[in-house]
């Protein structure tokens, strides 16, 4: 269970989250501003979905936040300082699901099952989060591109514990990320095909190609079996 | 030379001049006025030939395509084992992509920032030639094809991520590594180390 960051929106999709109402209330400031960056991160996700990010323009975000313009340009310079905004808050959400996963499961095998299942889960009933993520990140540009390997990273490292665990020191550098290359690949075609909610398909795949090159092919499957049967 | 960037014509010089722009400068901070001020063109005359910029680009990453594919077809069918078809269709990618950097860093680095489906359709290829791996089928678990997707996608983003940081250079000098990566699930270590050797 997730405790420590929040995505965009709280896990809400945007439409379930509320406007404050208008006119005169006692709302702190702070709070009525959270609300809004909220609803503007959250607005970011549906309108990416829907048009992508090249497309996207400040007016589709403000009119599906429901704030002005001016308020965007209260929280955010630009469409892009927005994106990264959402991507970051979502990066941290999806960061703790993989240690908080990870962490309860056991042995290596068991916690690189317990870390994907929880992410791809968390993507699967967040469509249009696992579109901001997944795809439409790579049309930011350089902004993104550390970001987006500082993410990868997280599972690199823990598909990499598995050369100790596995006694397969000898792999050839470079295997892990190209493994959580392949990962976000397959997550990728999905998302494309509008498929997202149907993510969770590909855990037993996803899980067996992770192993394989450590656990051989039999144990691989054999636990991708185990966790996903 | 991509016989769509051919600037014997006015269409082929202006892809051949958005090849030049993207492979320099990458396709983010791209407008069009800086594609008509490079290739001395209009407005007016590039829209005799597309629509938008992503029409351009477009154009020229489906040429690609269809060149890689091609060849790379054309290099497994050339051989009775299945290690040695996905060898020569590895080499003949880099190969195509070496002698033409920019066409590289189109179709491979930039693609994506334009339009996501691209590259899950540049993958197919492979994905097709890794479908055919010999495999054992003793202990059917996940869907082959998805495992061949995922494995593809791997080589792919790997290859991007060579071109992004080294250019072609180190794409050429991680030929072994790529077949390494594409050998080892199905054949496990010591062959795919024996495509380490090779390279």
Redesign the interface.
Known sequence: MATGSKAPGSGAEPERLRRLHGGRHSLPAEIVAHNQRERLLAAMAAVCAEQ?Y?QATISHITEAAGVSRRTFYEHFENKEECFLAAYDALDSHLATLLSDAGGAAGDWPDRVAAGLAAVISYLASHPRFARLYL??A?????AM?SRREASAERLVELLREGRAAAGRR?L????E??????????L??RI?AGRAETLGE?L??????AL??FL???EA?AV??RHTA | MLAVADPGSERGLICATMLGLVGRRGCAELALADLERAAGITAHEFHAHFASLEDCFEAIWTEIDAELRRRMHAAYQAEEEWRAGLRGALAAAVELFVADPPAARLYLVEASAVQPLRRTRSLEALAEMLDRAPRRDDLPFADPRLLAEALAGGVWSTAAGLVRDGGVVALEAALGELTYLCVLPFCGREAAEEELRRS
Request: aromatic share 4%.
């Open positions: 992508g090249n795809l439409e790579a049309a930011v540009g350089e591109v000898d050839n550098e470079g295997v990320e190209a493994l959580v290359g392949g990962i976000f690949t397959l990728g075609r494309v590909l037993p795949a996803a899980l067996e190609f394989v090159p051989g092919i039999d499957r991708a079996r």
